[in-house]
């Protein structure tokens, strides 16, 4: 089945406390993405690859890291949790680019940072 | 920079009764447009899209959308819904270079039996 998944789902930390988020896509996508989610904000880009090896900032990249050493695997990365950051992170995936076409969603990961 | 303006934050319809949502978008170039829907605890999906010709759109669930250059405006259309329509929906842009899509601030709808 062609799916977009990430890890953890949920997870409630501390402050200071790095942290990753994986997502691996399985369509072979060479675009992927990540977003948060914030009420009344809609969905705000924080990173995006065009492909493996080529990352670039979104909208709203600091505190935030990424990589993309293999084409299915796009990791955020908290190296410095602060409150901040609590929201819910979907990353997202599309064969070429985010306008080509539908963007595959992943089912979201809740985040707490105390 | 592009954005997406979705000026109504809740929207409640009775069930059978037609649906309007709205969305007001800023772009230097012709857009690539999108309404996506998010169910409570879920990804989005999408309903449909506009890259070019035909300014009305048809999408899944019964849902249509229409381009209006002259208003900047890709607002979604339902001439009648179901409870299961209850949701979160999001429109958004694209870019040229296919590497950006900014979404909205969302639009929940609530529909009463």
């Known amino acids: ?114 | 920079a592009q954005s997406v303006t979705q000026p109504d934050i809740h929207i409640t319809v009775s069930e059978g009764a037609s649906l309007e949502l709205r969305c007001n978008y800023s772009y230097g170039a012709t857009p690539y447009l999108f309404w996506y829907v998010q169910s409570p605890g879920q990804g989005l999906q999408l309903l449909l899209k506009y890259f070019s010709g035909d300014t009305l759109v048809q999408g899944i669930k019964g849902f249509e959308a229409e381009f209006k250059r002259s208003q900047s405006s890709f607002n979604l259309r339902k001439p009648s819904v179901h409870w299961s329509d209850a949701a979160e929906y999001f429109c958004a842009v694209g870019n040229n270079a296919g590497n950006m899509l900014t979404f909205g601030g969302g639009t929940r709808l609530m529909v009463k039996p």
Not at chain 1, 24 to 52: A, C, F, K, T
Not at chain 1, 104 to 113: D, H, W, Y
């Open chain 1, 1 to 114: 089945e062609a799916q977009v998944t990430q890890n953890p789902r949920y997870l409630i930390t501390v402050t200071g406390k790095k942290l990753t988020v994986t997502c691996s896509q399985n369509m072979n996508h060479e675009y992927m993405s990540w977003y948060r989610q914030d009420p009344g904000l809609g969905l705000r880009q924080i990173y995006y690859s065009m492909n493996v090896e080529v990352t670039d900032k979104g909208d709203v990249p600091e505190g935030y890291k990424v990589s993309r050493k293999e084409k299915r695997n796009f990791p955020l990365i908290l190296e410095s949790p602060s409150p901040n950051q609590t929201s819910l992170y979907f990353c997202a995936s599309q064969l070429h680019g985010a306008s080509s076409g539908e963007l595959f969603f992943g089912e979201g990961s809740r985040l707490t940072v105390l």
